[in-house]
């Protein structure tokens, strides 16, 4: 038999754009593949599998380049990139968009705003769609409209698990099933190589946004209103808060509102009784631009980094916002922060084992951040990030699976829940080689965990 050949645009450890090819979000973690290649079409997605498996190369799948721990990328290995596959069709009357597997959130946002259209997804425009959506997908239409694995239609994707070493299929509630609940919150890089999906999309036009900061002296009066308040105000509005250390002397709510700035004044009001705000923006703009003030250029550039997180069922505890200031007065460095984004609304309508996205009862999604520049403080950092994550964990469940850590050593649960058993029964159905691993992969069930 003839031996597969790998096609698209191929950049090797000799070719100049190599180091720009390789580096993803976290610069931490420093990997150096054999190959990368940037498929332009399915059929390049489809050899480069081909070739991976006829030849035993290790890969890893990778689209926007955000994953925390760099599970897109390896070293020797061959990088299949969908980066270059981005286009989108979208059918106006029936609010479908068929987005191909390396389409970013901003060119997403922006086709469909042309068609009065968007997605409930997330912040930062140069995330991938693919890899959040396999995850979830959280964002400021969150509570109104869900999450971004809640309006997928259909998906396609490459397997290894036919007779050929690599099979495309669609998948959707009707035709594998169980492989399109894995893809509703299961994980990116898990069952095999997206490379296309479907959405309904949703109907959008103007909307209310806002900004409100205060300092540091306020911490514990803002925590307990916010959190009291904004996972249980009006399903229309989801918003964030971030805190600071000390030394920043700054804590900051950003929310989004499907509705009129008079009604999101009147919601605001408990939140703006919360201490003496030292700032406060309320306005009515065209979603499109809600979409830019929420996205922050400065998370666009890969960093040195460490981020973990947790989701939070019921208000934290005074003794728990207290071990957060703790560490916010102990931070490593300025840009540390805590920041925690309300749930609720549409995503907890759906049951947890209705989609492979278990914390449907999640009212907080908490997450714990920080960079840095010079490689020595990395171990200050990440210590910081695991001592506050473990100091929480009473009070906190869990682990969204997009925001991955490997000092999780019960990653299985933390991301799954109780859905992890059914979600290793998909895989061992549809890769029982385990042809798709990483360090954090769910492992078929009649193998041990690789690594
Ligand atoms: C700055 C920043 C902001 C973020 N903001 C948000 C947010 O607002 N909301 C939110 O929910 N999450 C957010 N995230 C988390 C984000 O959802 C995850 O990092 C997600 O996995 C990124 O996908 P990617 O394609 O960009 O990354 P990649 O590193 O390319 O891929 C991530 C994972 O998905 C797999 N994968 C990628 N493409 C495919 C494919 N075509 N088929 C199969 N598997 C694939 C990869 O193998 C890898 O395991 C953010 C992350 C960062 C770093």
Redesign the pocket.
Known sequence: MEKTKLTGRIVTRDDPGYNDART???LSLQRYPRLIVFCQNKHD?VNALKWARENNVPF?????????E????LNNGLV????EMNRIKVDHNKQLATIE??A??GEVYRTLWRYGLTLP????A???????????????LTRSAG??CDHLVKLE?ITAEGKEEAELITVSRSEHPDLFWASQGG?????????SMTFKAVPISRVSIFSITWGWKDFEEVFNTWQRWAPFTDERLTSSIEFWPEEVNRIEALGQFVGTKTELKELLKPLLKAGKPTSGIVKTVPFIEAAAF?N?PG??RPQN?K?SGSFIEKPLSNHAISTIKHFLQQAPNQNASVWQ?SLGGAAGHIAPDETAFFYRDAII?QEYLTNWTSPEEKSQNVRWIEGLRTALSKETMGD?????DLAIRNWQKTYYGENFERLREVKTKYDPDNV?R?EQ?IPPLRRSIFF
């Open positions: 993803n979000i976290n997605a890893r799948i990778r689209g926007g380049r955000h994953s925390y760099n599970f897109s990328l299949i990139d969908l980066s597997a390396g970013e959130l997804a997330g912040n930062i140069n995330v991938g769609l693919t890899g959040l959506t396999l995850g979830g997908g959280i964002g400021y999450l971004t994707m994980g990116g890089g898990n069952f095999g190589i997206v490379t929420f922050s998370g666009n980094l981020r984004q999604a969204y699976v997009n925001w991955p798709f990483f992969s």
